[in-house]
Nanobody, 124 residues
Framework: QLQASGGGLVQPGDSLRLSCAAS????????TAWFRQAPGKEREYVAS????????NSASSVKGRFAISTNDAKNSVYLQMNSLKPEDTAVYYC???????????????????WGQGTQVTVSS
């Protein structure tokens, strides 16, 4: 079970930090990622960390503004979001998977565990 939190209503230019906690297990050995889905749109990739933790990646639309990280215990994954824009408005989902290879980090079909989503709304 994954539990996502930290969403909210913010103004353009603000920051938010999303958290995703693993219940009863750690993310050790798993690739972790954040995806998002805006109203009327398909779910899209945001950012990920490889199974070894040695490689991180993010979508071009958020590169330089968003950063994904985990804690030392590897039981939480975070998404630091800075310089938020109205187009970042979406439900954000965390995901984890033990079979995700580095070349498929952006493929949501490779992830087996999903959080329930947390709403992020960026509006003035």
């Amino acid at each position: 079970q994954l539990q996502a939190s930290g969403g909210g209503l913010v103004q353009p230019g603000d920051s938010l930090r999303l958290s995703c906690a693993a219940s009863g297990r750690s993310f050790r050995g798993a690739a972790t990622a954040w995806f998002r889905q805006a109203p009327g749109k398909e779910r899209e990739y945001v950012a990920s960390i490889s199974r070894t933790g040695g490689y991180t990646n993010s979508a071009s639309s958020v590169k330089g503004r968003f950063a994904i990280s985990t804690n030392d215990a590897k039981n939480s994954v975070y998404l630091q979001m800075n310089s938020l824009k109205p187009e970042d408005t979406a439900v954000y989902y965390c995901a984890a998977g033990y079979r995700v290879i580095t070349s498929a980090l952006m493929d949501d079909k490779m992830y087996d565990f999903w959080g329930q989503g947390t709403q992020v709304t960026v509006s003035s």
